[in-house]
């Protein structure tokens, strides 16, 4: 089993900045990814960002040269860092982990992001 954690979402200014922070505990050994979904008022989830064990990232075109997801291996702990945010960046963040031979989806209880125009 994983355990996840998110924190740092807020409230902020349209042009602003947040930093999420994701903690990993438990059988966090055999992780093959980990990245961050979103969900704004009314829309489907939609995923924002993913980090491989391997250091590869890819992004949602919506957020590229915006966004970026980096980690603390040490810490089990993956961050996201919104530049430039804008009021269709409004939603709950979603932290996610795929572990294990099986890749297995681990997620968070998610972070309210709220951007003010």
């Known amino acids: 089993q994983v355990q996840l954690v998110e924190s740092g979402g807020g409230l902020v200014q349209a042009g602003g900045s947040l930093r999420l922070s994701c903690a990993a505990s438990?059988?966090?050994?055999?992780?093959?990814?980990m990245g961050w979904y979103r969900q704004g008022p009314g829309k489907q989830r939609e995923l924002v960002t993913t980090?491989?064990?391997?250091?590869?990232?890819n992004y949602a075109d919506s957020v590229k040269g915006r966004f970026a997801i980096s980690r603390d291996t040490a810490k089990n702990t993956v961050y996201l860092q919104m530049n430039s945010l804008k009021p269709e960046d409004t939603a709950v963040y979603y932290c996610?982990?795929?572990?294990?031979?099986?890749?297995?989806?681990?997620w968070g209880h998610g972070t309210q992001v709220t951007v003010s125009s």
């Open positions: 980090i491989t064990s391997g250091g590869s990232t």
């Open positions: 996610y982990a795929v572990v294990g031979p099986l890749l297995s989806h681990y």
């Open positions: 438990g059988s966090t050994f055999s992780t093959t990814a």
